[in-house]
C-alpha cells in the first residue's frame, strides 16, 4: 500500500514539475503592420481602418468625441451660421466662446490625433504599396486611395490649425507637422503653410494619376475615387486662390457623367442616403452599428429623441436664406428648418439636416465632397477673376435645382449682383451647406470677420434674459476681426509638451 | 456521603501537603465560547500544573489561597487570576493575535511570531468582523498601519482599493496580491476567514516576485481546532441609510434666491428684476422637489452564515454556507451573495496527507443606469415630476426649468429600465504534503479556477431617455485558469541551530472568453427582452485573451537560538505580457532579526519582547495587460461592412518589468502583557516605471507603454497596542496605528516631463522632484472684488481674466501623507464595547463638483458652503463671481481642496448570554454601527475618492450625479456556537 502511494507521489510530482505555460501569446483581435501590408487585403483592411476612424473613436469609448462631430462642431460652431442656445460644460463650449479657447481643449486635441492616425495608416500601406515595382491596376487604385486620404485629412487639418493660405505669406506661416512615411514619428516642426499645401497637392496630383484605371472599389460613393481626387484638388486649389486650377478641376468633374447635381425633389431626401445620389462624390458611410446617438453630428443642432437641441439657425443665416419672403415655400432648403424651439428664453430654430438616415434622427452619412460644391467653388474662382457672367451662371445652376416652384423668379441676373460677386457667391454657399462646415473656412480665407450680432451663450447673455434688440458689438464674443489669432485653433497642449519642434498657434 | 469524603479527603490533603486548596473549573474560548481542550493551567511560580480535558475541566491543587493561577493556551493570552477563597474558577480565555507563539501565515510558508523578520500585520477574525461587509477590505479599513483603504462608493457589493505603503507605480496595476491559504488568487468569503496577514516589505513579499509591487495580502479560511463537532450560526440584519457627508442640496426657495444672481447685470451690477421675474415667475415656488429624495431609500441588509466543522484522527472538516443581501439606498440596486466553502484534509498515511477545499460562489446585483440617476442630479427643485393627475408626468412636450428632456422617475417607477448581472465562480483548490524523511517535505499545491459573468440590461420604448425606443445588450464572460505550485520543504534543527528552506515551481495560466449582444426594436406592449426578440440594428462582439506566467521559487530560514533569524528567498519569474527576451526577471531579498529579548544578558520581567529587524528585496508589477510591447492594428471595427483595421497600439518591444527595491528596518517592543509597540521604516524604490506615456499625437499614437523613471516612497509606521485595564471582569484596550509616506519622482531625466490628462484638461505633472499625480493647473487668482469675474495668475505674475493665458502651477498631489488609525475594545463581564475609526491628513484633491457648481447654468441645486460668498457689488471679496462671466470646463487651483478626514467606522456592543443560562451553546448578541460620522474639510461630498491613475483620475472628487452615495449601516448580530 505504502509503495503505491509513493508511486503517485511520485507521478504527481513529476506532472507538477513538467506543466509549464506557453508564454508566446498574441492578440487575437489584431495584427501587427508587418503581417497586416505582406498581403494585398491587409492593404484594403488598413485603408478601410482610416474610414472606420472617420467614424469611430479607437482609443476612447466615449463615442462624443469622433472625428466626424468634432469636424462639424470646430468649423460651424465657430461660424455665424448657428445659436449657442444652453451653457454647457462640453468643451464645444469653447469652440463657441473664442475668447475661452486654450490648448487643452479635449475635443480639439482629439481632432488632431485622430487625424494624424489616419495619416500614420496610409503611410504604413503607402511605404509598402509604393515598393511595388508592378503594381496591378488595384493596387494603383490602393495607392492613389491611400494618397487622397492622407491630403484630404491634412487638408482638413490645416484649415483649422494654421491662417489661411496667401500666396504672398505662406511661405513664412507654419503649416502642419508633415509624417512622410510609417517611421517618421519623432518629434518634428511643423513645415511651413507652402510647403503644407504643396506637399497635399503633390499627393492628389499623384493620385489623380494612379486612380485612372477601372476597379470596383472606387465605383463606391463611401471611397476614395479619381473623381474625389478631382473635387478634393478643386477645393485646395480655391482654398490657395488658385482660381484657374480650381475652375479646371471643378469642370472636370462637374462634366463626369458619375456625378449630376440633385434636383430639388431629391434634395430634399438627399440627406437621409447620401451613398445612393449622383449629388454624392464621397461621402462617410455610417450604418445603422454606427449611430452615435446622442454624440452624433445631428444631436446639438436637432431637436428629437436623442439629440440635444441645444444649437440651431442664427439669424443672419435665416435672413441670407430669404426669411419671410416666398422662398421659404419655394427654396428646398427650408425644408430642413424645424419649428421653433424655446430653451432659456432663445428662440431656437433647430436644423434636420443631417439626420433621418433609416428613420433616425441622429444618423447621418456626412457627404464630405457634393458636386454642388464643384458649381459654387467654381462661381467663386469666376468671381474672383472678376468673371461675372460665369459666376452668375454657376451660382443659378445651383438655384435651378433647389427651387421646388417658381424657379425662373428666383435666378439671378447680372444686375441682381450690386456688390463684391464673391460675397454674392458666399451667401448662396452659406445657404447650401448650412451646417456642413465650410462657412467658417469660407470667411476665413476670405479675410471676412466674424459677426454674431444676435443672442445667445457666446455673449454674455445669461439664461432668461430679454432678447429683444440685438447685442452691443462690442460686446464680448459680437464681433470677431478675421485676423483674430483665437481663430485660429490651438496646437494641442499634448502636441506641444511632446515635441519641442512643434511651435505653438499666437495667442495661446 | 460524598460531602463526608470529600471532607476527608480534604483532612487528609491538608494534613500531608499542609494547607492545600483545591480548585476546579472550566475553561472555555472567548470567540466561540466553546470548552477548550488542553488548555494549562499553572499555579505561578511552581512547576505544579495540569491541563483541561475534553470538556474543559480542571483540577489543581494549589499551596493556598495566595497562590496565583495562570491559564494559557497557544493563541490565546495569557491570564493570571489569584485564588483567594475560591474553590471554583471558571475563566474564559481570549483569543491573542500579538502572542510570540501565534503561527503567521505567510502564504508559501509559516512562521511564528517570533520568527518573523519583516513587516507583516496579521488581523484576526474577531478583529476584522466588527465591520459587516461582503468583502474584506471594508474590514481591513483603518486596521493596519500603511495600508489605504479607499471606498468612494455606496453601492451594495462595492469593493474598495486598497494600496499598501503608497503609490508606487504610474500605469500598471498597485492593488495587493491576494493569496488564499497558501495560493495565489482565489476566492472566498469573509465569514469563512480565520486571519488575514498583509505582507508589507520585500523580505515577506519577495516570494511572490513579479506580482507584488502593491504588497500581498494572504487569506486563511478556517479549520477544525477541537475534536469536538462545533456549529456556529451567525445572523445579521441591518439598516442602511444614506451618507451624503457634507452634502446639501438646496430647496426651491433657497435656489430661486441663488438664480436671481444669474439676472445681475454685469456693467450696472444691479438685478433685472423684472427679467428674472418673466423667466422665473414666483409661481415656480408653489413647487419644490426634492429629486434626490425620490430616488433614494433606506435599505436593508441581511446576513446569515452558518458553519460546521470538527476533526478527528484521519479527518479535518469544515462546512460552511453563507449568504448576503444588501439592498442599495438608491432604489432598485440591490446585491445577493451566496458561498459554499467545504475545506477537507485527509490524512492518508502518517506520511501523506491530502487537502481538498472547494469554494463556490455565486452573486447578483440589480442596478439602475447611471444616466437616469444623473437627470435626477441635473433636476431642479422647481420642476414637479407629476403631472396634474398625480402620475409621473412626461417631460417630452412640458416646460421645464432643468436641462434635459427626460423624466427620470417614469424609469425608475415602471421597473422598464433593467440592469442586472449575475456571476458564478468556484475554485478548487488541492494539496498534497508528503512528509519524505523527518525533516522534509514535498508539497504540492494546485488551483483550478472556473468563473462565469452576465449582465443583462434592458430599456423600454416607454422609459423616457435621451436616446429614444428600446435595446438590449447582454454581456457574457467565461474565464478558467490554473496555477500549480510544486515544492520540497526541509526544516530541521541542529543544537541550537534551525535551518529551514523551500525550492520550488510553479505554473499559472488563465484564459478569458467575451461575448456581448445587442439589438433594438424589442415587442411593444409586452415584457419580452431577451436578445432573440430584438429586430433591429443587432450588434455583436467578443474577444479571447489569455496569459501566463512560469516561476521558480525558493527560499532559505535560519535561526540561531531563537536570538537570530535570517531568511533569504529568491524567485525568477517569466511572464507572457512582455517581447521575448525581457520576459524573465529575478527577484530576490534578505531579511533579518535579532531578538534581544532572548539574549542572555536581557533580563526583564517588564520587557516581554524586544526585536529588531530589517529587510532588503526586489518585487515586481507587470499587471499592464496584455500584449502591451506589440505592435497592433485592431480589427474591432468596419467600415460599411467591410473589414477594417486600425491601429491601436505602437510596439515596443524593450517593454520590460516594472521593479521595486525595498527596505525595511523595524522594532518591536513589548512591555509585559500590556504593551505592544511595532515600529517600521520603509525606503522603495520603483525603477523602471511602466508609463502609458503621452506621445506627439503626430506620430499617429498618442500612448505608449514605455519604462521611464522611478519613484520613492519613505515612510515610517507606528502601531501602538496598549491595555490600560485588566481585570478578571474588566478589560479595556485601545490600538493606535500612524504612518507617514513621501513620495517622489526621480530618474525621469533633465528636462523631462510630462503632463497627463486623463479627464479633458484637469493635468497631473510627473517630473524629477515631484510627487506622483502633482496637481498642475492654472493658477486661480479668486473673482475681483470691483469686477465679479474669475482672476487667473498670467505668466508674468500679473492678474488676467483670460484662462487661455492664466500660467500653470503644481499645486499639491492627492497622495495621501498621514493616515491612520485608533480602535478600541472595553469588556466588562459579558458585555464588551469596541469602535474603530481613521483619519487621513494631507492630501490634495480636485473637486470637480465644486467646479460645476461654480460654472453658470449647469443645472444641479449643490448647497454652496459657509465659506462661500455671493458677489454682488464692487468691493465684495467673494468666492462665488457674477454668473455673466463664468467659465464652464475649466479646470484651475481655485477647485482644489483639502482632503484631510477623521471617519469613525464602526460602533459595536455586544453581550454574550451567561453559560448558566444557555448550557452548551455560546449565544453574543451585537448591535454595531458601521460608518458612524464623518468630520471633513471637503464640503458637498465624501471625502473618500479613487486613487487610481489606470482607471480615472487619481484623487478627483466626482460631481453629485456621477456617484453612488456612501451609506451608513445599522447592524443587529446574533451569533450562536453549540
Not at chain 2, 522534509?440 to 422609459?463: C, K, T
Not at chain 2, 472568453?513 to 409586452?526: A, C, V
Not at chain 2, 535570517?566 to 507572457?576: F, G, I, K, N, V
Not at chain 2, 517630473?767 to 486661480?780: C, Q
Request: proline share 3%; aromatic share 12%.
Amino acid at each position: 500500500m505504502k509503495k503505491i502511494f509513493k508511486y503517485f507521489l511520485i507521478m504527481v510530482a513529476g506532472a507538477g514539475l513538467m506543466t509549464s505555460c506557453d508564454l508566446n501569446i498574441v492578440p487575437e483581435d489584431s495584427l501587427t503592420g508587418q503581417q497586416m501590408t505582406q498581403s494585398p487585403t491587409g492593404i484594403v483592411d488598413i485603408l478601410n481602418g482610416c474610414y472606420a476612424v472617420m467614424k469611430d473613436h479607437p482609443e476612447n469609448s466615449n463615442s462624443n468625441n469622433w472625428y466626424g462631430r468634432q469636424f462639424y462642431q470646430m468649423s460651424d460652431f465657430s461660424s455665424d451660421d448657428v445659436v449657442y442656445g444652453h451653457a454647457t460644460t462640453d468643451e464645444l463650449n469653447m469652440i463657441f466662446k473664442f475668447e475661452e479657447r486654450h490648448a487643452g481643449l479635449s475635443n480639439v486635441a482629439s481632432f488632431w490625433a485622430q487625424s494624424y492616425k489616419i495619416i500614420y495608416s496610409t503611410n504604413v500601406a503607402l511605404d509598402v504599396i509604393s515598393e511595388d515595382a508592378n503594381p496591378s491596376d488595384e493596387t494603383k487604385s490602393l495607392h492613389g486611395e491611400a494618397l487622397f486620404l492622407k491630403a484630404y485629412v491634412m487638408h482638413s487639418l490645416v484649415r483649422f490649425y494654421a491662417k489661411p493660405y496667401k500666396e504672398a505669406t505662406a511661405a513664412n506661416e507654419p503649416g502642419l507637422v508633415i509624417r512622410e512615411n510609417g517611421s517618421d514619428a519623432e518629434p518634428k516642426g511643423r513645415a511651413s503653410l507652402k510647403e503644407t499645401y504643396d506637399y497635399i497637392v503633390n499627393c492628389l496630383l499623384d493620385a489623380e494619376k494612379l486612380m485612372d484605371v477601372d476597379v470596383d472599389r472606387s465605383q463606391s460613393r463611401c471611397f476614395a475615387s479619381i473623381g474625389a481626387v478631382r473635387a478634393l484638388l478643386s477645393r485646395v486649389y480655391l482654398y490657395m486662390g488658385n482660381w484657374d486650377k480650381s475652375i479646371e478641376y471643378a469642370t472636370k468633374v462637374i462634366n463626369d457623367p458619375n456625378y449630376e447635381i440633385a434636383s430639388a425633389t431629391e434634395f430634399a431626401d438627399y440627406f437621409k442616403s447620401t451613398w445612393t445620389s449622383k449629388e454624392t462624390i464621397w461621402c462617410l458611410k455610417m450604418l445603422p452599428q454606427d449611430d452615435k446617438g446622442s454624440g452624433s453630428v445631428a444631436s446639438m443642432i436637432m431637436k428629437a429623441d436623442g439629440c440635444w437641441g441645444e444649437e440651431g439657425y442664427s439669424e443672419p443665416l435665416l435672413e441670407d436664406m430669404g426669411r419671410g419672403t416666398s422662398l421659404e415655400n419655394d427654396d428646398v432648403r427650408w425644408t430642413f428648418v424645424c419649428d421653433v424651439n424655446t430653451k432659456n428664453g432663445l428662440d431656437l430654430i433647430p436644423c434636420s439636416k443631417l439626420s433621418w438616415q433609416d428613420g433616425k434622427p441622429t444618423l447621418f452619412s456626412p457627404p464630405f465632397l457634393r458636386v454642388t460644391e464643384m458649381y459654387l467653388n467654381r462661381a467663386e474662382a469666376y468671381a474672383h477673376k472678376g468673371d461675372k457672367a460665369n459666376a452668375v451662371k454657376d451660382v443659378n445652376e445651383v438655384r435651378r435645382h433647389r427651387m421646388t416652384a417658381n424657379v425662373d423668379a428666383h435666378l439671378y441676373t447680372e444686375a441682381d449682383v450690386t456688390g463684391d460677386p464673391v460675397d454674392f457667391v458666399l451667401k448662396e454657399k452659406r445657404v447650401e451647406f448650412a451646417f456642413e462646415a465650410h462657412r467658417f473656412f469660407d470667411l476665413m480665407r476670405n479675410d471676412k470677420d466674424i459677426v454674431r450680432d444676435y443672442w445667445g451663450y457666446h455673449t454674455i447673455y445669461t439664461a432668461g434674459q430679454s432678447t429683444a434688440g440685438k447685442p452691443a458689438m462690442d460686446a464680448v464674443g459680437v464681433y470677431t476681426r478675421h485676423d483674430d489669432t483665437r481663430l485660429v485653433f490651438p496646437i494641442p497642449s499634448k502636441e506641444i509638451d511632446n515635441n519641442p519642434n512643434c511651435e505653438q498657434n499666437p495667442g495661446y | 456521603m460524598k460531602k463526608v469524603l470529600l471532607f476527608g479527603l480534604l483532612m487528609f490533603t491538608t494534613l500531608v501537603m499542609s494547607a492545600q486548596v483545591v480548585v476546579k473549573g472550566v475553561v472555555t474560548a472567548g470567540d466561540d465560547g466553546l470548552p477548550m481542550v488542553g488548555a494549562s493551567v499553572f499555579e505561578k511560580g511552581t512547576l505544579n500544573g495540569t491541563v483541561t480535558d475534553v470538556d474543559g475541566n480542571y483540577t489543581i491543587s494549589v499551596r493556598d489561597a495566595k497562590a496565583i493561577l495562570v491559564f494559557s493556551s497557544i493563541g490565546f493570552r495569557t491570564v493570571e487570576i489569584p485564588v483567594g477563597n475560591r474553590a471554583v474558577i471558571d475563566q474564559i480565555l481570549e483569543v491573542d493575535s500579538q502572542l510570540i507563539d501565534e503561527v503567521v501565515v505567510m502564504g508559501y510558508s509559516s512562521k511564528t511570531r517570533g520568527e518573523i523578520t519583516s513587516a507583516v500585520t496579521t488581523v484576526s477574525a474577531d478583529k476584522l468582523k466588527d465591520v459587516v461587509s461582503n468583502n474584506i477590505g471594508d474590514m481591513l479599513q483603518g486596521k493596519v498601519a500603511g495600508v489605504t483603504v479607499v471606498k468612494d462608493s455606496g453601492r451594495p457589493g462595492a469593493e474598495p482599493s486598497i494600496r499598501i505603503r503608497g503609490a508606487s507605480s504610474l500605469h500598471a496595476s498597485q492593488e495587493p496580491l491576494y493569496v488564499v491559504d497558501g495560493i495565489i488568487g482565489g476566492s472566498y468569503d469573509p465569514d469563512d476567514v480565520e486571519s488575514v496577514t498583509v505582507l508589507k516589505d520585500a523580505g515577506a513579499t519577495g516570494m511572490y516576485g513579479a506580482q507584488a509591487n502593491g504588497g500581498v495580502i494572504v487569506v486563511t479560511t478556517k479549520k477544525a481546532k477541537t475534536n469536538k463537532l462545533q456549529f456556529n450560526f451567525k445572523a445579521n440584519v441591518g439598516l442602511i441609510t444614506p451618507d451624503f457627508s457634507r452634502q446639501q442640496l438646496m430647496n426651491t426657495k433657497q435656489l430661486y434666491t441663488y438664480y436671481r444672481e444669474y439676472f445681475r447685470d454685469p456693467e450696472t451690477h444691479l438685478v433685472d428684476d423684472f427679467a428674472f421675474k418673466t423667466a422665473l415667475p414666483a409661481s415656480i415656488l408653489e413647487n419644490d422637489t426634492d429629486w434626490r429624495s425620490l430616488i433614494m431609500q433606506n435599505a436593508m441588509l441581511q446576513n446569515y452564515h452558518f458553519s460546521v466543522m470538527g476533526k478527528n484522527d484521519w479527518y479535518s472538516g469544515y462546512l460552511s454556507f453563507s449568504y448576503y443581501k444588501e439592498d442599495g439606498t438608491i432604489r432598485n440596486t440591490d446585491y445577493t451573495q451566496v458561498n459554499v466553502r467545504s475545506n477537507n484534509t485527509i490524512n492518508l498515511t502518517k506520511w501523506l496527507t491530502l487537502t481538498a477545499n472547494l469554494d463556490v460562489s455565486g452573486n447578483m446585483g440589480s442596478g439602475t443606469d447611471d444616466n437616469l440617476v444623473y437627470y435626477v442630479g441635473e433636476n431642479i427643485p422647481f420642476d414637479s415630476p407629476y403631472g396634474p393627475d398625480g402620475n409621473y408626468r412626461s417631460f417630452k412636450e412640458s416646460k421645464l426649468y432643468g436641462r434635459y428632456d427626460v423624466n427620470p422617475m417614469i424609469g425608475f417607477e415602471s421597473g422598464k429600465d433593467v440592469r442586472n448581472n449575475k456571476g458564478f465562480g468556484t475554485d478548487l483548490d488541492f494539496v498534497v504534503t508528503a512528509k519524505l524523511a523527518p525533516w522534509l517535505s514535498f508539497v504540492s499545491q494546485s488551483r483550478a479556477s472556473v468563473g462565469f459573468w452576465h449582465s443583462h440590461n434592458h430599456r423600454f420604448a416607454e422609459v423616457e431617455y435621451m436616446k429614444a425606443g428600446d435595446e438590449v445588450e447582454d454581456s457574457m464572460s467565461y474565464s478558467y485558469g490554473g496555477i500549480s505550485t510544486n515544492m520540497f520543504k526541509a526544516d530541521k534543527t541542529f543544537g541550537k541551530h534551525s535551518l529551514a528552506g523551500l525550492v520550488g515551481y510553479e505554473a499559472q495560466m488563465t484564459w478569458s472568453n467575451d461575448l456581448t449582444g445587442y439589438g433594438e426594436g424589442l415587442p411593444l406592449g409586452f415584457d419580452l427582452s431577451v436578445l432573440n426578440v430584438a429586430s433591429a440594428n443587432m450588434k455583436a462582439a467578443g474577444n479571447r485573451v489569455s496569459s501566463g506566467m512560469n516561476s521558480v521559487i525558493s527560499q532559505v530560514n535560519y535561526s540561531y537560538d531563537k536570538r537570530y533569524f535570517l531568511t533569504a528567498s529568491l524567485r525568477y519569474d517569466e511572464s507572457s505580457t512582455f517581447a521575448p527576451g525581457h520576459r524573465g526577471a529575478t527577484f530576490p531579498s534578505v531579511s533579518g532579526a535579532w531578538a534581544i529579548n532572548n539574549e542572555p544578558f536581557f533580563h526583564s520581567d517588564i520587557i516581554t519582547n524586544l526585536k529588531l529587524k530589517a529587510s532588503w528585496g526586489k518585487t515586481g508589477m507587470k499587471d499592464i495587460g496584455p500584449s502591451k510591447y506589440l505592435e497592433r492594428f485592431e480589427y474591432s471595427t468596419q467600415y460599411d461592412s467591410h473589414s477594417a483595421a486600425v491601429p491601436v497600439q505602437m510596439a515596443n518591444r524593450e517593454l520590460k518589468w516594472e521593479e521595486t527595491s525595498q527596505f525595511n528596518v523595524g522594532a518591536e517592543l513589548g512591555i509585559t502583557d500590556r504593551v505592544s509597540i511595532d515600529l517600521n521604516y520603509y525606503r522603495n524604490v520603483t525603477d523602471d516605471l511602466l508609463v502609458y506615456r503621452d506621445l506627439p499625437p503626430t506620430g499617429g499614437f498618442s500612448n505608449q507603454w514605455q519604462n521611464l523613471g522611478s519613484v520613492l516612497n519613505t515612510g515610517f509606521e507606528a502601531a501602538l497596542s496598549v491595555t490600560p485595564v485588566k481585570t478578571s471582569e474588566l478589560r479595556w484596550d485601545v490600538d493606535f496605528s500612524i504612518s507617514y509616506n513621501s513620495n517622489r519622482l526621480f530618474n525621469l531625466g533633465e528636462g523631462v516631463q510630462f503632463i497627463q490628462s486623463n479627464y479633458r484638461s484637469l493635468s497631473q505633472i510627473y517630473r524629477d522632484g515631484v510627487e506622483m499625480y502633482t496637481w498642475y493647473l492654472r493658477e486661480y487668482a479668486g473673482v475681483d472684488p470691483q469686477t465679479g469675474r474669475e482672476q487667473f495668475v498670467a505668466e508674468d505674475g500679473s492678474l488676467t481674466y483670460d484662462y487661455a493665458s492664466a500660467r500653470f502651477v503644481e499645486a499639491g498631489s492627492p497622495n495621501i501623507p498621514w493616515q491612520g488609525g485608533i480602535s478600541t475594545q472595553l469588556t466588562w463581564k459579558n458585555f464588551k464595547l469596541s469602535a474603530n475609526g481613521s483619519f487621513v491628513w494631507g492630501n490634495t484633491l480636485y473637486g470637480r463638483n465644486r467646479a460645476s457648481r461654480l460654472a453658470t447654468f449647469v443645472s444641479n441645486s449643490l448647497m454652496p458652503s459657509n465659506e462661500d460668498k455671493i458677489w454682488r457689488q464692487p468691493g465684495d471679496q467673494a468666492t462665488i463671481g457674477l454668473p455673466a462671466y463664468a467659465l464652464a470646463s475649466v479646470y484651475h487651483t481655485g477647485d482644489l481642496v483639502k482632503g484631510n478626514y477623521f471617519k469613525l467606522r464602526n460602533v459595536t456592543l455586544s453581550y454574550t448570554l451567561p453559560k448558566s443560562l444557555t448550557k452548551n451553546t455560546g449565544i453574543t448578541i451585537a448591535l454595531s454601527c458601521d460608518n458612524v460620522f464623518t468630520g471633513t474639510t471637503v464640503w458637498g461630498a465624501d471625502p473618500e475618492v479613487s486613487m487610481s491613475a489606470d482607471s480615472g483620475v487619481a484623487g478627483m472628487i466626482e460631481s453629485l450625479d456621477n456617484r453612488y452615495p456612501n451609506k451608513r449601516q445599522y447592524n443587529l448580530q446574533v451569533n450562536f456556537t453549540f
